[in-house]
Each structure stands twice: as structure tokens, then as C-alpha cells.
């Protein structure tokens, strides 16, 4: 994937993005301005009896949970069109920083797969990146 509108390579030292994924069930989404990226369209591992028991313990920093939602259909088609909207406005003279937000329901497993494959995408394309994930460690939303 390439990103609209990048010319030269800045410098990954300067971080040009925090990406933070949350879950919009927990009701304390992050503030600001920001990308907003809705990963809830993505398939939910929890839900899926077949890995339920499995995926429960793990979160989207787990190499199954990460295969298991890329997996899913018109993930790519999400995160490339997240990742050209991002490039374009880093590429946007004077644009110093681009926030983006990545949710889905709970912020265990979707939207922390979808926030990590960003970061590496961008940090690929030279930017420095950073990744907070706000809900990683809460429980399960039923």
C-alpha cells in the first residue's frame, strides 16, 4: 500500500502521530482532534464460538487475535483507506501531527490490531509513530 501525497521521508525521530485505540463501550472515548478510524465492522474474535475461549485471555498485541480480525473481510479496504487519509494529511504543508483514534466495542482485540498495523505502515513510510491502547487491560463487554 502507498500512501497519497508522500514526498520526502521525515524524520522518524519527530513523532508525527499518536494512534490510540479504545473501546466505545467503556464511554470515556479520547479527546481532541483526530483521525477517526471504526474498526466495529471488523469481526470480533469473543463472538466467534469457535475461538471464544481462546481469544478471551488475548488481546490484539496476540499473533492469532492480529491474524484472526486481518482476516476478516474489507480489513485491508479499512486500514488502506485509514492509512491514505493519515498520509495525506501528514503530507498537508505545516501539518505537523495527525492523532488518530481507532475504536470498536470493547478495545481488547478489533481496534488494537487495526491501531498496531497503522503504526507499522506509517512508521514504514518514515513517520514517527506512537500507539496507546486505552482499554487493552479492562474486561470483556458483554
Not at 521525515?10 to 485505540?21: E, G, K, N
Amino acid at each position: 500500500m502507498t500512501p497519497a501525497g508522500v514526498c520526502a521521508q521525515p524524520s522518524p525521530a519527530l513523532i508525527r502521530s499518536v494512534i490510540t485505540s479504545y473501546g466505545d463501550g467503556h464511554r470515556d472515548a479520547p479527546r481532541g482532534d483526530a483521525l477517526r478510524v471504526d474498526a466495529r465492522s471488523l469481526r470480533n474474535p469473543p463472538e466467534d464460538p469457535a475461538v471464544r475461549e481462546r481469544m478471551l485471555r488475548a488481546n490484539g498485541l496476540d499473533p492469532d487475535v492480529r491474524a484472526y480480525v486481518l482476516a476478516t473481510p474489507g480489513a485491508d479496504r479499512l486500514i488502506e483507506r485509514s492509512l491514505s487519509r493519515a498520509s495525506a494529511l501528514l503530507a498537508l504543508p505545516g501539518h505537523l501531527r495527525v492523532d488518530i483514534h481507532v475504536l470498536c466495542g470493547g478495545g481488547r482485540h478489533r481496534s488494537v490490531v487495526v491501531a498496531e498495523e497503522l503504526a507499522t505502515l506509517l512508521r514504514a513510510f518514515g513517520y514517527g509513530v506512537e500507539t496507546e491502547h486505552r482499554h487493552i487491560d479492562r474486561p470483556i463487554l458483554g
